[in-house]
T-cell receptor
Framework: ETGVTQSPTHLIKTRGQQVTLRCSSQ?????VSWYQQALGQGPQFIFQ???????GRGNFPPRFSGLQFPNYSSELNVNALELDDSALYLC????????????????FGPGTRLTVL | AQSVTQPDIHITVSEGASLELRCNYS??????LFWYVQSPGQGLQLLLK??????LVQGIKGFEAEFKRSQSSFNLRKPSVHWSDAAEYFC?????????FGTGTRLQVFP
């Protein structure tokens, strides 16, 4: 059973640029959630995708966008990068749904460390 | 609004000593609670979770946590800490399929 993988591991960008982060979910999982973890903070929920549809969004501006593919892998896109976007971006997969409640354990990938200069 | 508070930013213990990490939550309904551990440069690993039933839950690596509804707490404990337990620990509550995390407690272990 393959766990959650993320690419790239590290990324350095400059202000104003755009970035795409990728996540492959664990086998059998149909839900992907993205979190941003700033230095010294806990992870903050960005959004979630369930079966290719957005299933919730946190308090992030529209320049944070994403999608989920038919194989349930996912991308996180960030446009017009700002210095404050520097963080560890975590992807988590789970077997969940739109019914809410305890959707089961979320399995986290190792993260992508984004540095914006 | 739902929230999680971890009052201790940094805790230092000696190897072999007992450990308790505090977590308080704010949630209107019956909470689903989690403890995760994060080693440097790593993602999050689930230590244990509480959904319902027995309020004392056992997890991996010898950790346990006790849910106390009256105190809105879900403290993590370990009777004897090992040097390999040094890491960042996060408490989280589930809210409509997303996790709300505390700010974490950094555990340092001295030999």
């Amino acid at each position: 059973e393959t766990g959650v993988t993320q690419s790239p591991t590290h990324l350095i960008k400059t202000r104003g640029q755009q970035v795409t982060l990728r996540c492959s979910s664990q086998s059998g999982h149909n839900t992907v959630s993205w979190y941003q973890q700033a230095l010294g903070q806990g992870p903050q929920f960005i959004f979630q995708y369930y079966r290719e549809e957005k299933n919730g969004r946190g308090n992030f501006p529209p320049r944070f966008s994403g999608l989920q593919f038919p194989n349930y892998s996912s991308e996180l896109n960030v446009n017009a990068l700002e210095l404050d976007d520097s963080a560890l971006y975590l992807c988590a997969s789970s077997l969940g749904g739109k019914s809410g409640g305890a959707s089961g354990e979320q399995f986290f990938g190792p993260g992508t460390r984004l540095t914006v200069l | 609004a739902q929230s999680v508070t971890q009052p201790d930013i940094h805790i230092t213990v000696s190897e072999g000593a007992s450990l308790e990490l505090r977590c308080n939550y704010s949630y209107g309904a019956t909470p689903y609670l989690f403890w995760y551990v994060q080693s440097p440069g790593q993602g999050l690993q689930l230590l244990l979770k509480y959904f319902s039933g027995d309020t004392l839950v056992q997890g991996i690596k010898g950790f346990e946590a006790e849910f106390k509804r009256s105190q809105s707490s879900f403290n993590l404990r370990k009777p004897s800490v090992h040097w390999s337990d040094a890491a960042e620990y996060f408490c989280a509550v589930e809210s409509t399929d997303k996790l709300i995390f505390g700010t974490g407690t950094r555990l340092q272990v001295f030999p």
